[in-house]
């Protein structure tokens, strides 16, 4: 990772200090101003600014263009036999700093070059600990270090956001802290939320602006959920996990728990409480806060992580039609899928629960050449992706990873883990540096939401935590209206591996949810329009070989699109309304655009194009697409970027497009 950093004066001070691995400039101010009860730190475009009460209680509160937006909410920790840091704080020193640095990442996200430009103040107390917080325009981030000696056990942190109680919560709906996460997002008010589990990240909108909470640096610590309160949402962790019990090979719930939510070094820095910001929605689809305020990554050899494409098997349950043989879980099914990637330049397919004996990663089914596939898909170019249990991983990790590269396996997808206590955290990194040592990708499922760790081991390449395309085999709630909700809230924590690419669409009239010929409501066009939107390094194509095969053109889009981007622009978006976004890969750009429940028409402004004359090929919902969700047409047009587009999309609708400079 290569970093460029340009340190701006402080305009406060004459005197500065070079300090840190950075080169940052710190501001050491006056002994005289530690009795200063408020502080204040602005963001470089001095739109925000956060101010830190250390009166009796450390407190942090937020304003937007001077308007409050954040009221002062209480934050501290909670060690047993110390007490709570952040209570009668006492001041001894603190240091400001800019910086204005480069990060480029390993997987390009959501742009090659990601700009890390912030104002930081750090507040150090008696008591050996710290409050860091930095002011991005993006945002405000904030977290606890502690300089303890050895270890020291957390029995509570005190973080959270007080709002007005008639702003407007976006509710991920929770029922306990052991969860797969996976959330729809419920619109009340604030007040209403008193008493409900929140998951994280959670939005809050209020006086024209939009807080996305999250968090990022999660490292040995619990994940954090919320909770409503009278006065906003308080944090909320899983306590210390003392006995669970194994009740098959994936649902582990937690039994006994201890009276505290970590027991950790006394020397360290605790995870950046985040939130993002924004009047426009739009803003937060471009928010990397989250990946910034990671650890750097830890992974030296990093030039093996390839993103890509893959094929789904357990969508649709391996079912294949126009094929010669009866398709299931065997060597000839799994043949097919290596066939069907390599000639359509996917790099991977996965192959999903079925290939081993429950309970032993070990034991490959004897329908099953495990070899054979691996072998024949190093043939063809396509890697192979293996889904194991949590649980079964944890009992077998050495000798079940170790066969794997022995095989040649691509990754692994992990699923089921449905906990995010102290354990389990640490177990995720526990799987990444294995899998790494072994030169495996890594994709979560059943998992918390992602809080940093695709930076540190860029190994790991996408999280599920999302109510994603496979819900539409069992329910008739994943609508449109959630498709253009999530990439607002889920995408702003990182990659969402949400498996787009359903080829047999209904509008809600229409939908029949069925686990083995699965539909999705909305249009075509609507799904292929994910490919761009959605974000995820390792993307699937979630329906068989079999349909893609029938729907040629949308099949001929999928293929083409790329999972790494140079770079991305908003072009339209309104929170649960739509969403539409350019991004470049390369030369090329690409433009999704989707909608909710209501049809409406989106010019494309295509200013953002260099210069010469382009080819637009795009995918569109046809003029029937209102009734008959597959409805989908090509169009092409020559542009330049001074052309003005209309895209039309139905109710559900989408609209996607490839734009190449013409030579």
């Known amino acids: 990772m290569a970093w460029h950093k340009t340190i701006r004066r402080h305009p406060l001070r004459k005197r500065f200090l070079a300090r840190g691995l950075a080169g940052a400039l710190l501001l050491i101010a006056p002994l005289a101003s530690f009795a200063a009860r408020s502080l204040e730190l602005s963001s470089p475009g001095r739109q925000l600014r956060v101010t830190i009460d250390t009166g009796e209680r450390l407190a942090f509160s937020v304003s937007h263009r001077g308007v409050p937006l954040v009221l002062p909410t209480p934050i501290g920790l909670t060690l047993n036999g110390i007490g709570t840091l952040g209570d009668k704080p006492r001041l001894t020193g603190q240091q400001r700093h800019s910086v204005d640095a480069t990060v480029r990442p390993v997987v390009a996200q959501k742009s090659r070059q990601v700009r890390d430009h912030y104002n930081a103040l750090q507040l150090d107390f008696a008591g050996g600990y710290a409050l860091e917080v930095r002011a991005y325009d993006e945002g405000i981030a904030y977290r606890f270090r502690t300089s303890l000696p050895g270890q020291v056990t957390v029995e509570d942190e005190l973080a959270g956001v007080n709002v007005r109680a008639q702003d407007t919560l976006y509710w991920p709906q929770e029922k306990s802290m052991q969860s797969h996460n996976e959330h729809y997002y419920q619109p009340m008010p604030v007040a209403e939320a008193a008493g409900k589990l929140v998951g994280v990240p959670a939005l809050v909108q209020g006086g024209g602006v939009h807080i996305v909470y999250t968090e990022s640096g999660l490292r040995d610590y619990p994940g954090l959920y919320l909770r409503g309160e009278a006065a906003g949402l308080r944090a909320v962790f899983p306590k210390v996990a003392l006995a669970d019990i194994a009740r098959d090979d994936r649902n582990v719930p937690v039994t006994q728990e201890a009276p505290y939510i970590a027991r950790t070094a006394g020397k360290r820095a605790f995870p950046w ?24 990554q830890e992974l030296q050899e990093t030039g093996w992580i390839k993103p890509g494409k893959v094929a789904w098997d357990w969508y649709n349950g391996n079912k294949l039609y126009g094929v010669p043989f009866k398709a299931g879980l065997d060597t000839r099914t799994y043949r097919h899928y290596i066939d069907f990637a390599a000639e359509n330049s996917l790099e991977y397919i996965i192959m999903d629960e079925g290939w081993y004996k429950l309970g032993d990663l070990l034991a490959v089914k004897p329908e099953i050449d495990m070899q054979q596939l691996m072998d024949y898909g190093r043939e063809r170019g396509v890697g192979i992706i293996l889904w194991v249990s949590w649980k079964t991983l944890d009992a077998q990790m050495t000798a079940a990873l170790d066969q794997f590269a022995r095989w040649g396996a691509a990754g692994i997808k992990v699923d089921f883990m449905q906990r995010s206590d102290q354990w389990m955290v640490n177990y ?14 890594v994709d979560f499922h059943g998992n918390f939401k992602p809080s940093g760790l695709q930076r540190t081991w860029p190994n790991v390449l996408t999280f599920e935590g999302v109510k994603g395309l496979e819900n539409n085999k069992w329910s008739d709630k994943q609508t449109p209206e959630h498709d253009v909700t999530l990439p607002f809230i889920r995408m702003f924590a990182g990659p969402v591996d949400y498996t787009p690419g359903a080829m047999s669409n209904a509008h809600r009239k229409d939908f029949v949810a069925s686990f083995d010929r699965p539909m999705s409501q909305g249009t075509r066009a609507h799904q292929l329009a994910m490919y761009v939107i959605y974000e995820s390094p390792l993307q699937m194509l979630a329906d068989s070989p079999s349909q893609y095969r029938a729907n040629a053109s949308s099949l001929e889009f999928i293929r083409q699109v790329p999972v790494e981007w140079d770079e991305s622009r908003v072009l339209h978006a309104q929170l649960g309304r739509y969403v539409a976004m350019a991004r470049r890969h390369g030369d090329t750009w690409y433009v999704g655009a989707m909608t909710g429940a209501d049809g409406r028409d989106l010019e494309l402004d295509l200013s953002f194009l260099g210069d010469g004359e382009y080819l637009v090929d795009s995918m569109e919902d046809g003029p029937n697409a209102a009734v008959f969700a597959i409805d989908v047409q090509k169009g092409s047009a020559r542009v330049t970027r001074a052309s003005r587009l209309n895209m039309q999309l139905a109710p559900g609708g989408g609209w996607a497009a490839i734009i190449r400079k013409v030579k």
């Open 273 to 296: 409480r985040i939130l993002g910001i924004s009047a426009d929605a739009g803003g937060l689809l471009l928010n990397q806060m989250p990946y910034l305020l990671a650890d750097p």
């Open 428 to 441: 995720y990194e526990r799987v990444a540096k294995e899998a790494a040592a072994r030169r495996l990708l």
